[in-house]
């Protein structure tokens, strides 16, 4: 059970993240614990809708509102970026937004709200981007005659992008999950012979298969 609300988590906190770089302006600590508390209880509130449908279209509210996707796109690449021709470049960067918007949905994302903590801890400012601790309670019932909770502390990296705070990476004990996205897309491009245009080519059929899976599923809800 434990593992299944890791995913979970990963998933959903990664929908408050937010190509060039980022605006050198600092966000403070007080503006960036305001406005990721004000995204984690929209978070919360959208987990709740008992629709698939609108929980869905909330959720892809949320993704294409408050995740840079431009900018996480382009770091995964790394290296590659710079083969790419601007054809692909463009080809890609729309790639990617459908591929991230078609796998979060693969994931279960029915919490019981009323279940969940979100607790925010401290903030630190750096040069063009505030890291933000939060804690995440989940009460998981009664057992031995005791209340069960569950804590996995997070961290998430903002930064400012056209006057608008946006979330660039989550880490969960070090571990940051836009490098994990970077390793994954790196071993498909080795396995295509380091070729972008096959590289694409998986892509687009990995996407493919994601939004396939998810209209039926959301077909499967509707009966």
Request: proline share 2%; with cysteine.
């Amino acid at each position: 059970m434990k593992s299944n609300y890791f995913l979970r988590l990963i998933i959903g906190c990664f929908m408050l993240l937010s190509a060039g770089s980022a605006s050198a302006a600092q966000i403070s600590g007080a503006e960036a614990k305001s406005w990721a508390d004000e995204k984690g209880q929209m978070l919360l509130e959208t987990f709740s809708e008992p629709d698939l449908g609108k929980r869905y279209e909330k959720l892809d509210e949320l993704f294409l509102n408050y995740v840079d996707l431009e900018y996480i796109g382009k770091f995964v690449m790394g290296k590659y970026w710079r083969q790419m021709t601007p054809e692909q470049q463009e080809l890609y960067q729309d790639l990617f937004r459908r591929y991230a918007l078609a796998i979060y949905k693969g994931f279960p994302l029915n919490f019981d709200a009323s279940k969940i903590k979100y607790e925010l801890g401290g903030a630190r400012p750096g040069p063009s981007y505030t890291d933000v601790t939060a804690n995440i309670r989940f009460d998981m019932g009664m057992k031995k005659g005791q209340t069960e909770v569950e804590s996995i502390l997070i961290e998430f990296r903002l930064h400012r992008v056209n006057g608008e705070i946006r979330l660039i990476d989550l880490k969960l004990a070090e571990s940051s999950l836009i490098l994990s996205y970077r390793g994954r897309f790196a071993e498909m491009i080795m396995k295509n012979d380091g070729d972008i245009g096959w590289f694409l080519e998986d892509l687009e059929m990995i996407t493919s298969s994601a939004e396939q899976s998810n209209a039926e599923k959301l077909q499967d809800e509707e009966y």
